[in-house]
T-cell receptor, first 114, second 117 residues
Framework: AQKVTQAQTEISVVEKEDVTLDCVYETRDTTYYLFWYKQPPSGELVFLIRRNSFDEQNEISGRYSWNFQKSTSSFNFTITASQVVDSAVYFCALTGNQGGKLIFGQGTELSVKP | GAGVSQTPSNKVTEKGKYVELRCDPISGHTALYWYRQSLGQGPEFLIYFQGTGAADDSGLPNDRFFAVRPEGSVSTLKIQRTERGDSAVYLC???????????????FGPGTRLLVL
């Protein structure tokens, strides 16, 4: 069975701090896809990144970076120099090689205080 | 271009009533998904359409829940004999055709917040 675990329920930081959101996954598929979504207070899930299981290169997009490590089944997300607008719930998700349903973690609520 | 749209944005109903929730996917997306999100939880999968047919309905909790996509575009999620436990945000997502670039990525609508009194 597939499973995604986000052990951090809530994180609170002060603006300009760096913060890392953890994601650990379980799957028996050899090909799979991992995602991060942001859910701001407005409620709409916003796609941030997709990573396939064959590409372990870390990725950076502006203040966001992602660290994918198959050896530890982790796909962690770091926000550098956090801003108040980063306050949201962040979800890590997984799907298998055929696509289809996403398995979501429980989410991490990030609060960035000025 | 336009994203996924869902109507209504909010729905209040009484226990035992029938409700329909509508999803209009991104134009050209062949795959459509329904999820349910309870307060403080991650979205939970309900059903997935590829074109007009349900490719996976394993997440539907019971036979009170049904979804259709008759023309391969708009989808309707139907809930009969609603119960208070059905109260949640119902999310719809769509993705491009398998084999096209980025086909694995699902784009979500704003959701319908359902409250059953």
């Amino acid at each position: 069975a597939q499973k995604v675990t986000q052990a951090q329920t809530e994180i609170s930081v002060v603006e300009k701090e760096d913060v890392t959101l953890d994601c650990v996954y379980e799957t028996r598929d050899t090909t799979y896809y991992l995602f991060w979504y942001k859910q701001p207070p407005s409620g709409e899930l916003v796609f941030l990144i997709r990573r396939n299981s064959f590409d372990e290169q870390n990725e950076i997009s502006g203040r966001y970076s992602w660290n994918f490590q198959k050896s530890t089944s982790s796909f962690n997300f770091t926000i550098t120099a956090s801003q108040v607008v980063d306050s949201a719930v962040y979800f890590c998700a997984l799907t298998g090689n055929q696509g289809g349903k996403l398995i979501f973690g429980q989410g991490t609520e990030l609060s960035v205080k000025p | 271009g336009a994203g996924v749209s869902q109507t209504p944005s909010n729905k209040v109903t009484e226990k035992g009533k029938y409700v329909e929730l509508r999803c209009d996917p991104i134009s050209g997306h062949t795959a459509l998904y329904w999820y349910r999100q309870s307060l403080g939880q991650g979205p939970e999968f309900l059903i997935y359409f590829q074109g007009t047919g349900a490719a996976d309905d394993s997440g539907l909790p019971n036979d009170r829940f049904f979804a259709v996509r008759p023309e391969g575009s708009v989808s309707t999620l139907k809930i009969q004999r609603t119960e208070r436990g059905d109260s949640a945000v119902y999310l719809c997502a769509s993705s491009p055709s398998p084999g096209t670039g980025g086909w694995e990525t699902q784009y979500f609508g704003p959701g319908t917040r359902l409250l059953v009194l």
